[in-house]
């Protein structure tokens, strides 16, 4: 079972920005060939998902988050990035990575983030 340990989050006004990152165990093997994605759970609501990142091919990003987020990979580093720029209220959450392949999953436990004046 792969470890995912996310880091980065806080406290940030609204219009700020941060990078969270998730720092992957296992072989790099193994990383390079999965999918990452980040997803997200405010207080009341369901988990959703914010950004994806497959070996291959353009990212993919929630509608609410295009043109703010940017997900990246450092597949040597085995680890996922989320930069978030013009950050809102609305983006306060638990911030979730996630990590599949061959049908198998694994999440981290998450990292807050907190928009507010």
């Known amino acids: 079972q792969v470890q995912l340990v996310e880091s980065g989050g806080g406290l940030v006004q609204p219009g700020g920005s941060l990078r969270l990152s998730c720092a992957a165990s296992?072989?790099?093997?193994?990383?390079?060939?999965?999918?990452m994605g980040w997803y997200r759970q405010a207080p009341g609501k369901d988990r959703e998902l914010v950004a994806i990142?497959?070996?291959?091919?353009?990212?993919n990003y929630a509608d609410s988050v295009k043109g703010r987020f940017t997900i990246s990979r450092d597949n040597n580093e085995k680890t996922v990035f989320l930069q978030m720029n013009s950050l809102e209220p609305e983006d306060t959450a638990v911030y979730y990575c996630?990590?599949?392949?061959?049908?198998?999953?694994?999440w981290g436990k998450g990292t807050l983030v907190t928009v507010s004046s």
């Open positions: 990142i497959r070996p291959t091919g353009p990212p």
């Open positions: 296992g072989s790099i093997f193994t990383f390079r060939f999965s999918s």
């Open positions: 996630r990590m599949s392949r061959d049908g198998v999953e694994d």
